[in-house]
């Protein structure tokens, strides 16, 4: 299978081009391609299929979209996959993507030296484009800047393919090509070079110059910018014959002469990735460029501790050094160094003007004086400045180039804010490495034979290094080490937590460790701040947000919120994309390393916290997702931050997903952690969301956890009740025996401990499960003993569940008029309720009931009101049984091109859930 983007958008199976009629269904395509392997949300879909004004039924349609493109994949449907909660994807193999195969065969060339090897890697990747990217897709913003980066990295790789070429002293063959492309990109500079280039090798020194002379006016006219310092160096070569082959020369990096210093550290060995920054610093340097540039341009590489900033600048340094005729200066200011204060910038100062040549005994004694002078020595200069591992953005500003024309590269473990807000600095936020970079760099490191022998121990090495840098050089050095455990070994030693800090250690150099680099952040935070970090290790899920943090703490909300920026500030905490916050993996292991500072008892008095915060929280859900509903809340006064409040059923919902993972993950650690009474009463208030949202993985997992904990701590009651609600997920499941022995469990229980009005709602599940099964007259006695009970206890909610259940009965055995009836009493209590997902399912079995009366128009009325309510009530199963329905109707009375439409909706909502009807919608749709 075949995907191309550098040109149409096309997918090709067995060589043969797969039909892609609409528009929509390209772009569509062309979004979940622009991310391969990587889920794209539902609203980032929207925006590319529909732009900035999607229709009110976006989101359905959408998935009507997907099915359709699933059908024109055939037999690799399977590669969209849907991902709960985070939206889908497309899954693409290696060498299957054609901008994949471009990347890949760009970077190998960059990495060779012999010209022969370059110019031909060069040549495979620019025979992969087809024409204009991405030109059969509207042009919305998210095609048109991918559009504007591919073109970006083609232009770049043509420039890169020329200049080998001329290497070679193909300058004949070249400069027809390159003068195409100089018409074609004016303002590109390094394309006039190269043509000045061509045409000195060709003997032409006076085309060259009169190309030159095209150039500068070129640029003056359009932007009104001089030529760089690369076009001006050729220019002044030509003049002065200083060469017999004319073409432009390195800038010569001569160490200790004071007019052009050269202070960049050695680059790191294996660099590997990060080319979206270094474009972005390229970018940056062509701001610099301009003549009518009016501030000093400011790059902020942020980032956590060992994820390479300091890396990233030295790189970019000796590969933009032709860039900076002026030189290049370096300087540490030790902003995290255990073992000294951070530098002032007063001797950051005289450091930097002794680098510019200024005798020791001239530098001014007073701060201010040695800033002006800096300033002034770099006055119309072309300068990189590096100011490495800073604290805050006062110790950097005072060593900013004082006019335009330089670049300064600031990298720290803080975001500097102030540098960015105060003096307009463009932020660079590091993280780790992509999965497929971190193997790259083990294999450039231990060698790519090694790395074939053992390719899923490598990949799982990267993980446990959390992909980041310094981690994975720590790794590869152990793996490098005589006689060299194997990469599998190594994994195994890292896989075990306690030790994991440990085996990332190089013996002979404590500095690098990952433990030494965490402790510099860390040592350095405040005492709140850093108590905060140690307990935030405790909280079990992959993210949580600032309320949680909170909770751990027992602090209010206001109090925690600028202590959790603080670790942000310092990249011991991630930033979602959300505003929540993440740990990277051995920064978590660090943490939890450190609780070892804190009170014997603070573990399990924190992690009580949490769960009571989501306890009370989950709680508050429920009663918007099902008014009537009792909450079930703990004894004692909750801690210091209040749980959240939910004025819709919407954010209820929304919160619930949310936190989803967090929540599954809070009830299995309170069990482990010995809050069983917690767990049994959180594990109630998750089970109307769970059901609702058909979540039943997530939710078997809550049941059994759940149930053993209300056992474990004489809670029948909450066993009961969950014990009910696993057996309504075992119902879905079409497991019906084990369904009708839980729900009898519950049902025992609950009569042992006289709780009536739980057992009627237990009646009524078993009333339900015999219903699935045709066992109908069991159903019915079952359900008119339960309507008894909950009408005695004035359960309302359970009376209106009663009602309908009979209404269904009543559909199967063919009784519609009392079906009708028993429905329609059910939606008068579910309105009064103010249950929308009741009324959906009482409009439901209305529709069925005039179906069976033969009253199509009625029945299609109720239906689409139906389809409508459980939608808004977030019942997404409901909403495909409802559609499907509507489907059968639809298709009785001919209008088969709406039946399919209603189908392919059904169809997109199972797959969203993993629901095994799927399969049967999908046999219903190849059946019409």
């Given amino acids: 299978m075949r995907f191309r983007l550098l040109g149409p958008t096309e997918v090709l199976i067995d060589g043969a081009a797969v039909p892609l009629p609409g528009t929509r269904q390209r772009a569509l395509l062309t979004a979940l391609l622009l991310s391969a392997n990587r889920p794209v949300t539902v609203d980032h879909l929207v925006d590319a299929v529909w732009g900035e ?139 006039w070079a190269l043509l000045m280039r061509g045409l000195c090798q060709a003997g032409r020194q006076g085309d060259a110059l009169e190309a030159f002379l095209q150039a500068r006016g070129t640029l003056a006219e359009e932007l009104g910018i001089a030529p760089g310092a690369e076009l001006q160096e050729l220019h002044r070569s030509i003049l002065a014959a200083e060469s017999e082959s004319p073409g432009p020369r390195p800038v010569p990096r001569r160490q200790g002469n004071a007019a052009a210093p050269w202070h960049l550290p050695r680059a790191v060995s294996h660099f590997t990735g990060r080319a979206d920054q270094l474009a972005e610093l390229e970018r940056l340097t062509d701001v610099t460029e301009r003549i009518d540039a009016s501030a000093v341009v400011i790059s902020a590489i942020a980032g956590g501790g060992g994820v390479g900033k300091t890396a990233l600048a030295v790189h970019f340094g000796h590969h933009a050094a032709g860039r900076f005729p002026h030189g290049q200066l370096f300087v540490d200011l030790r902003g995290f160094d255990p073992s000294r204060p951070p530098m002032s910038s007063g001797d950051a100062l005289e450091y930097l003007l002794q680098a510019l040549g200024v005798d020791p005994g001239e530098v001014p004694e007073q701060e201010d004086r040695r800033a002006a002078l800096y300033r002034g020595l770099l006055s119309g200069k072309r300068m990189l400045v590096v100011l490495d591992n800073a604290v805050d953005a006062e110790q950097v500003r005072p060593l900013l180039p004082g006019e335009p024309g330089c670049l300064a590269v600031v990298t720290s473990r803080n975001r500097l804010a102030g540098l960015v807000a105060r003096d307009g600095a463009h932020r660079l936020t590091l993280g780790a490495l992509s999965p497929a970079e971190a193997v790259e760099l083990l294999g450039r490191i231990i060698g790519a034979d090694r790395l074939d022998a053992e390719p899923a121990a490598a990949h799982r090495l990267a993980r446990l290094c959390g992909c980041l840098p310094l981690a994975l050089r720590i790794a590869a050095e152990r793996a490098m080490i005589a006689p060299g455990p194997s990469l599998t070994a190594l994994a195994d030693d890292l896989a075990d937590e306690r030790s994991r800090l440990d085996v990332l250690e190089v013996d002979d150099d404590g500095a690098t460790s990952i433990r030494a680099v965490l402790s510099w952040s860390y040592r350095a935070l405040p005492a709140e ?52 916050y993440r740990f990277h993996d051995l920064v978590r292991v660090y943490a939890a390393h450190s609780m070892a500072e804190e009170e014997p008892g603070e573990r399990a008095t924190a992690t009580h916290r949490l769960l009571d915060w989501y306890l009370r929280t989950a709680a508050a859900g429920r009663s918007m997702l099902t008014p009537d509903a009792q909450p079930h809340l703990p004894d004692g006064e909750p801690g210091r931050c209040p749980a959240l409040v939910f004025v819709t059923r919407e954010e209820a919902l929304a919160w619930y997903e949310l936190e989803r993972v967090n929540l599954v993950a809070s009830v299995r650690t309170g069990v482990e952690a010995g809050h069983l009474t917690l767990v049994s009463l959180l594990s109630r208030n998750l089970l109307d969301y769970l059901y609702i949202r058909s979540r039943w993985a997530e939710q078997m997992e809550v049941h059994r956890n759940g149930i053993d904990a209300a056992h474990r701590s004489g809670r029948a009651s909450d066993e009961a009740a969950i014990l009910i609600a696993m057996g309504s997920a075992l119902r879905e499941r079409r497991r019906y025996d084990e369904a009708i022995d839980a729900i009898r469990r519950a049902i025992d229980l609950q009569r042992s401990a006289g709780e009536g009005e739980i057992s009627g709602r237990a009646i009524i ?164």
């Fill in 529 to 580: 701040a850093a108590r905060m970090f140690r307990l935030l290790s405790l909280h079990p899920g992959p993210e949580f947000g600032p309320e949680a943090a909170a909770a751990l703490c027992d602090l209010t909300p206001d109090e925690a919120g600028p202590l959790v920026d603080a670790l942000a500030d310092c990249h011991l905490l991630e930033v979602t994309g959300d505003g929540r």
């Fill in 53 to 191: 004004e999607p229709p009110a039924s976006a989101g359905p349609n959408l998935r009507q979209h997907l099915t359709a493109l699933r059908r024109r994949l055939g037999t690799e449907a399977s590669r969209i996959v849907g991902r709960s909660g985070r939206g889908y994807l497309i899954e693409v193999r290696p060498g299957e993507l054609d901008l994949d195969v471009f990347t890949g065969l760009v970077r190998q060339a960059r990495e060779r030296t012999d010209p022969e090897e370059i110019v031909g890697l060069l040549g495979q990747a620019l025979a992969l484009w087809r024409g204009e990217p991405l030109q059969d897709v509207p042009p919305y913003p998210i095609f048109t800047a991918a559009a504007t980066r591919f073109r970006e990295h083609r232009i770049a790789a043509l420039e890169e393919w020329f200049d080998a070429r001329l290497g070679l002293g193909h300058h004949e063959d070249v400069l027809p090509e390159l003068r195409a492309q100089v018409v074609e990109h004016p303002l590109r500079e390094r394309l």
């Fill in 765 to 928: 599940g078993l009333a339900i499960t015999y219903t699935q099964i045709h066992r109908y007259d069991e159903a019915r006695e079952c359900l008119h003993e339960s309507l008894a009970q909950v009408r005695a206890d004035e359960d309302r909610y359970g009376e209106a569940s009663a009602l309908i259940n009979l209404g269904y009965v009543c559909l199967h055995q063919n009784e519609f008029e009392e079906a009708i009836r028993w429905s329609r009493e059910s939606l008068g209590i579910w309105r009064a309720i103010e249950d929308p997902r009741g009324e959906g399912y009482g409009l439901d079995c209305m529709a069925q009931a005039y179906e069976g009366l033969r009253r199509p128009g009625d029945a299609l009325r109720h239906f689409e009101q139906a389809v409508a309510v459980l939608r808004r009530s977030g019942d997404l199963k409901g909403e495909a049984s409802t559609l499907r329905s509507v489907a059968r109707l639809l298709r009785e009375t001919g209008r088969t091109e709406a039946a399919l439409d209603r189908l392919h909706r059904a169809l997109a909502v199972l797959e969203e859930l993993d629901d095994p009807e799927a399969d049967e919608v999908r046999a219903l749709i190849a059946a019409v």
